[in-house]
């Protein structure tokens, strides 16, 4: 059974800070998944990282995959306000299904 | 513009009723998704379909029911004999096995009175 633990769960920073979000997931997932969702709206698709080693950007925000760690983060480079919301990894369980499994999300607070 | 509708948005219930969410997508998309997110908390998978007129159990199956007639449309039936209904709705969908990514439609938020 794919288990799939973020942290921190509660992030609070100032504008301007570097910080990292953390993904474990416990057992072999073929793709990993980083969502954006805003409060009280729908998931916003952030990245897909599909294999091993594999770094996506975009503006301030850049995603990598460890598959033998089992490992995925979500680095924050030099925050601003509009980055507030909360982050979702998921991973899709191995073999064909396509059904993902949630963390329980880290909500991003960036201080002025 | 193509997309995943869902209604409607906000929904009331009175406890013992049956209700039906609505989704639907111009996607062309194969696969598609109900989950349930509680405050706080992440999505839990209710049921999906890969394929028209079939449909799986995902994780917290109990006390809902789907259909799935045509590829465009799964509703969700929200029965009475779910003890706990308050929650937002998100219904998703993907291009199947092939797909790589799901997409999210606008979500349901519905509250039993």
């Known amino acids: 059974e794919l288990k799939v633990e973020q942290n921190p769960l509660f992030l609070s920073m100032q504008e301007g800070k570097n910080y990292t979000i953390y993904c474990n997931y416990s057992?072999?997932?073929?793709?990993l998944y980083w969502y954006r969702q805003d409060p009280g709206k729908s998931l916003e698709s952030l990245f897909v990282?599909?294999?091993?080693?594999a770094v996506k950007q975009e503006g301030r925000l850049m995603a990598s995959l460890d598959t033998k760690a089992r490992l995925s983060t979500l680095h924050i480079t030099a925050a601003v306000h509009d980055l507030s919301a909360t982050y979702f990894c998921?991973?899709?369980?191995?073999?064909?299904?396509?059904?993902?499994?949630f963390g329980k999300g880290t909500k991003l607070t960036v201080n002025p | 513009d193509g997309g995943i509708t869902q209604s409607p948005k906000y929904l009331f219930r009175k406890e013992g009723q049956n209700v039906t969410l609505s989704c639907e997508q111009n996607?062309?998309?194969?696969?598609m998704y109900w989950y349930r997110q509680d405050p706080g908390q992440g999505l839990r998978l209710i049921y999906y379909?890969?394929?028209?007129?079939?449909?799986q159990k995902g994780d917290i199956a109990e006390g809902y029911s789907v259909s799935r007639e045509k590829k465009e449309s799964f509703p969700l039936t929200v029965t009475s004999a779910q003890k706990n209904p308050t929650a937002f709705y998100l219904c998703?969908?993907?291009?199947?096995?092939?797909?790589?990514?799901?997409?999210f439609g606008p979500g349901t938020r519905l509250t039993v009175l």
């Open positions: 998921a991973g899709r369980i191995q073999g064909g299904s396509e059904k993902l499994v």
């Open positions: 379909s890969q394929i028209v007129n079939d449909f």
């Open positions: 996607l062309n998309h194969d696969a």
């Open positions: 057992t072999t997932s073929d793709r």
């Open positions: 998703a969908s993907s291009e199947g096995l092939a797909g790589v990514e799901q997409f």
């Open positions: 990282l599909l294999s091993n080693g």
